[in-house]
Nanobody, 119 residues
Framework: QVQLVESGGGLVQPGGSLRLSCAAS????????MGWYRQAPGKQRELVAT????????NYADSVKGRFTISRDNAKNTVYLQMNSLKPEDTAVYYC????????????WGQGTQVTVSS
């Protein structure tokens, strides 16, 4: 089992920055990939960024490339999403995701943290 807790969301003006964090607990050693997804009102959840636990390979949605950076700490139990040059279109609930591999791949999700970009 894996538990994920997000934090760091809030209200920010366009052009501002926020840093989201996701703390993982439980069977951390079996996590293959962690990432951030977001869901805006009336829209489907979409991938924002992912990072592999081994090698630190990253992938970003085209809409956030050059503005967002995903990273992980040395213990590989926390991931971060540094969000710069925020735009109103970035407004959404951001969810942390962990792909857990024990015989099969199981996705775990955090409860989400609200990010609102508005002047």
């Amino acid at each position: 089992q894996v538990q994920l807790v997000e934090s760091g969301g809030g209200l920010v003006q366009p052009g501002g920055s926020l840093r989201l964090s996701c703390a993982a607990s439980g069977s951390i050693a079996n996590i293959y990939t962690m990432g951030w997804y977001r869901q805006a009102p009336g829209k489907q959840r979409e991938l924002v960024a992912t990072i592999t636990t081994s090698g630190g390979r990253t992938n970003y949605a085209d809409s956030v490339k050059g503005r967002f950076t995903i990273s992980r700490d040395n213990a590989k139990n926390t991931v971060y999403l540094q969000m710069n040059s925020l735009k109103p279109e970035d407004t959404a609930v951001y969810y942390c995701n962990a792909a857990h591999l024990v015989f099969t791949i199981i996705d775990y999700w955090g409860q989400g943290t609200q990010v609102t970009v508005s002047s």
